[in-house]
Every structure is written in C-alpha cells, then in structure tokens.
Nanobody, 116 residues
C-alpha cells in the first residue's frame, strides 16, 4: 500500500519559515520524481517544486529564491524548506510521487497559513 504522509504545516507570520516533510512508503522511492504542489481556496492546484531522481530541481517562478526542495533517499523523504513566506503562499500543500503516468501518487495535504 502506497502512502505519502506530509507534515510540518501550520500558521506562520509573513517573513517566517516552515519546513514541510513527506514520508513515503510502499514505493521504490529512489526511482520516483518527487514534487510539491499547492492549492489555494478557489484556485487550481499548481506545481511548486520538483526534484528528480538524479537530484535536479525546478521551481515555480513565484517561489524561486525562497523555497528549496530536497530529498533523502535513505529516509524515503522529500522536504520543502520555505523561507520569506508571504500571505499568498497560503494553501494546502500536497506531496506527489511520480514514475510514469501510471505510477502517480498523492499525499493527503498539509495546510500552510501565512498571516499576521
């Protein structure tokens, strides 16, 4: 049974930081591209950051320079370090594991709220 379990969300003031974690089980983690998506109320889900199996990364323009995605294959975990948070970063953040279109899995999401 595949499970992606996110943690680390919460309420933070503008300018603050959070670190999200996503622990995977039931998959051969090292062969999956891992990503973080987010969905704000009334908006479509959007890609935030991706880390490939080889460790290359890419980011949405809105988070470049503020967010860092990383992975630890020994722990089957992907992280999203979020700095200089803004109110517009408020959303539910989802972890995604993808190995071709057939093997595409999602976590349950974790809420991030940026507000003073």
């Amino acid at each position: 049974q595949v499970q992606l379990v996110e943690s680390g969300g919460g309420l933070v003031q503008p300018g603050g930081s959070l670190r999200l974690s996503c622990a995977a089980s039931g998959i051969a983690f090292s062969i999956y591209d891992m990503a973080w998506y987010r969905q704000a109320p009334g908006k479509q889900r959007e890609l935030v950051a991706v880390v490939s199996t080889r460790g290359s990364t890419s980011y949405a323009n809105s988070v470049k320079g503020r967010f860092t995605i990383s992975r630890d294959n020994a722990k089957n975990t992907v992280y999203l370090q979020m700095n200089s948070l803004k109110p517009e970063d408020t959303a539910v953040y989802y972890c995604n594991a993808r190995y071709t279109a057939i093997f595409d899995y999602w976590g349950q999401g974790t809420q991030v709220t940026v507000s003073s």
